[in-house]
């Protein structure tokens, strides 16, 4: 297991190596240079020298990126050209937001997504498989925003349970130390706070969880189907194994294995694909943030984002790699 996460970590370097280089060359192949992108219409001789200086596009190449390497390994991402904070810290202020939508999105994705699954497998070719299979389809041809809006007027504005959007109730007096509502609101015993804070995490995060809802039902009822005619499925029957160990043990079990690569990708893309969302719910978080950046070409938070991104998927990937190994013993010899 150590040698598995050695490896994995070890992948990072060239990884972002590779990555701090593609972000370099982006940068500098901006029409008319980083400095006319940046500045825009207020683009005159003498401000692009300016910000050519302070950013010093103005030195050699190599100089440039081996100082841009250098801000990197500092952890120094550069500061927003809008609001003039450090990236790092626009991102930890954020961040917090993005994380608890998308852990709301992956439970609701996973947590019916797996067990739907796995009974229309069970129950192939009659009316509940077909019907998972069209609102599969369904879920994966919708598009995020437009589930939102639906999302929002049906339940927040026709029949009002649950706010329309933001992430807590400007009357609500809420004590915050982590940035996690929810958690905070638990932490301080202020479970009016709580509560209120979990209810504005509902409609974003079944949004947001709706794809990665249809892949995993695909994904699993595929793997369950696969599984369960498997020669070693058929004989712990044969030896008279209960229906219960047999499904429990060696159908899904075996079957998780491509459903947890699913999630994984998945968490990745919820994490990062929360512009859209965000945006209609008007949810304060990295990819509303994010949505700003583009709209005001603000690179310094496009960089971050991209290198943050980087990291979430390696992370992400590992702990895929170490799922594996705690689910299939033969991950552990090979």
């Keep these: 297991m150590l040698r598995v996460i050695g490896k994995r970590l070890a992948l990072l370097i060239p990884t972002l190596l590779g990555l701090s280089i593609l972000l370099f060359a982006w940068v500098r192949a901006l029409p008319g240079g980083p400095a006319t992108a940046l500045l825009g219409d207020k683009a005159t001789p003498e ?29 120094d991402f550069g500061a ?31 947590g019916v997504g797996v067990p739907l699954g796995y009974v229309a497998a069970r129950h192939r070719g009659r009316p509940l498989d077909h019907s998972s299979v069209v609102l599969s389809l369904l879920g994966i041809t919708v598009p995020v925003f437009f589930l939102a809006f639906i999302l ?19 009357r609500i007096d809420a004590t915050h130390y982590t940035n996690f509502f929810v958690l905070d609101g638990l932490l301080t015993g202020e479970w009016d706070a709580a509560w209120d804070a979990f209810l504005h995490l509902i409609l974003p995060g079944v949004a947001l969880g709706t794809i990665p809802l249809a892949i995993i039902v695909r994904i699993t009822r595929a793997s369950v189907l696969e599984v369960q005619s498997a020669d070693y499925v058929r004989t ?22 491509p459903v947890i690569t699913t999630i ?22 990295i990819g ?26 390696s992370l992400i990937n590992l702990l895929v790699d170490i799922s594996y190994s705690l689910i299939d013993p033969r991950v552990r010899v090979q």
């Design 80 to 110: 927003s050209i809008v609001t003039g904070r450090p990236v790092v810290e626009e991102f930890l202020t954020r961040f917090p937001a993005t994380l608890e939508l998308a852990l709301v999105a992956l439970v609701f994705a996973v």
């Design 152 to 170: 929002k007027w049906l339940l927040a504005i026709k029949v009002p349970l649950f706010p329309a959007d933001g992430r807590q109730d400007a």
């Design 47 to 75: 401000a692009v020298a300016r910000i050519n200086e302070v950013y010093g596009f103005d030195r050699p190449l190599i100089e440039q990126y081996f100082v841009y390497m250098g801000q990197l390994l500092r952890g």
């Design 236 to 257: 712990a029957r044969a030896k008279g194994l209960t229906r219960n160990l047999i499904r429990g043990r060696y159908i899904l079990r075996n079957a998780m294995l």
């Design 288 to 313: 509303r943030f994010l949505r700003d950046a583009i709209f005001n070409l603000d690179y310094p938070v496009l960089q971050g984002f991209i290198i943050f991104i980087a990291l979430a998927y």
């Design 264 to 285: 994984g990708l998945q968490t990745g893309l919820l994490i990062s694909g929360a512009v859209l969302t965000e945006t209609v719910f008007a949810f304060n978080g």
